[in-house]
């Protein structure tokens, strides 16, 4: 046997072991994102806070501003002694016994880009079941049976708790920062991006997965939770980082009439979206790009912040709608140019996430986003 056949035999022996298509060609290994300077052409005007670590934006101004490249985390990430604290419970969503999503999807490989429409992949998907860990703090303060404020997060944990929220809303509500609002947060689907669960939940322009929240997970919340939660959009917050951060700004762009707080990190309004949607072909890129520019203004408070080592380019696509920074940096611009209430912080010496920042500022974003919020009379 030559060593030409012999080589291309335990190739598609392995290809076969790891079920792994063996004409696929593997995305380029993913390189550091380079550092995007603020004070690029074309970027937004930033105020500078990076002179002193811990400064974040006054409470009551809009627009852009400047942080790091240290940080100083906050003391609301703290339990303070006397402090009461809320408490915490989980329960989990079998996909089967739900309408909506159902089933999910998953994919093996990540695809290809599609000769005849590079802004989306070929994709081959099989159907799933999964379950969704669903985790819900309740503040301390809560009267039984009124309704109340509530802030969906997504991305939520898959298994035990991840109290760093929980602290801080601990905090911010004894101080009367905050209202004392519910937190629902929501584990996705899984995977990520094209082809798999948490892609088609978080990248999809259109208000189904608002829906299936509404129909699927708050009913569950109330009824395992002994809670009530308000019916009032202006009382109603969705978080998110990454891709969670688009469908947070998804969910209230789609479905107004039921959120009009938002809050995303490292948001990705990019070209996500999959399978290919012909009314939306930019995916979420499509925000700044003309919906957001081309609508009418919608009643929402909005904040985002990007780290200046943010994602940049990191699959086959090439399709200049994959740099998150550039992205994000459109979406202050496009905000502002329109008047909509939003803050921007662009995040020195941060990567994808923010992590190191958001120690710092997330209470701060807590606060700014509930800003202005007054419960409907007899609520």
Known sequence: MSKQRMTALITLF????????????????????PTRKFDAHGSPTFVRLDAKPGLNPPLDVDGNFLIGPEYSPAPENETVDGVPQGKVQQFTI???ETKLLNPGI?????GSVDPQNPKTLIVETHEIDYERKITVYIPSQYVPGSEAPFMVIHDGPKGKPNMSVPKILDNLIAQK????????MIANGGGDAQGHERGKEYDTMSGVFAEYIETEVLPRVEKNCKVKLTKDPNGRAAMGSSSGGSAALIMAWFRTDLYHRVLTTSGTFVNQQWP???EYPDGAWGFHNKLISESPKKPLRIFMAIGDRDNFNPNVMRDGMHDWVEANNRMAKVLKARGY?????????SGHGVRNAKEQFLPHAIEWVWKGFVPKSGK
């Open 341 to 349: 209430e939003y803050q921007y912080l662009f995040c020195q010496n």
């Open 276 to 278: 290919f949607d012909p």
């Open 106 to 110: 998953a994919r093996k490989v990540f």
């Open 14 to 33: 392995v290809c076969s072991f790891l079920a792994v298509d063996p004409a696929f060609t593997a995305p380029p290994k993913r390189t550091a994102p």
């Open 94 to 96: 079998d996909s089967k």
């Open 177 to 184: 920062r905050v209202p004392a609002m519910i937190v629902v």
